[in-house]
Nanobody
């Protein structure tokens, strides 16, 4: 089992920045891929940025050039640096991890609101 705890959400102005963190605990050696999803009101949950099993970084087109996903060397924390924020980035952001055995884990979500 893996437990995920997110932090770093909040209110930002358009053009501003926020950094999300997701700390994993438990069977972290079992983690194959990790990243971030988001869900805006009335919309489906969508992938934002991901680190694949091979270490490749994948981004949604809507965030390319503005968001950066990274992880620490221990594989415990994954980050999402969000720059040049737009009102349409407003959503609940969820940390997601997938194990080699096919299990999927989610964090509790952290609210990001971009508004002037």
């Amino acid at each position: 089992q893996v437990q995920l705890v997110e932090s770093g959400g909040g209110l930002a102005q358009p053009g501003g920045s926020l950094r999300l963190s997701c700390v994993a605990s438990g069977s972290i050696d079992s983690i194959a891929s990790r990243g971030w999803y988001r869900q805006a009101p009335g919309k489906q949950r969508e992938v934002v940025a991901f680190i694949t099993t091979g270490g490749k970084l994948i981004y949604a087109d809507s965030v390319k050039g503005r968001f950066t996903v990274s992880r620490d060397s221990a594989g415990i924390t994954v980050y999402l640096q969000m720059n040049s924020l737009k009102p349409e980035d407003t959503a609940v952001y969820y940390c997601n991890h997938n194990s080699w055995g096919g299990n999927e884990y989610w964090g509790q979500g952290t609210q990001v609101t971009v508004s002037s």
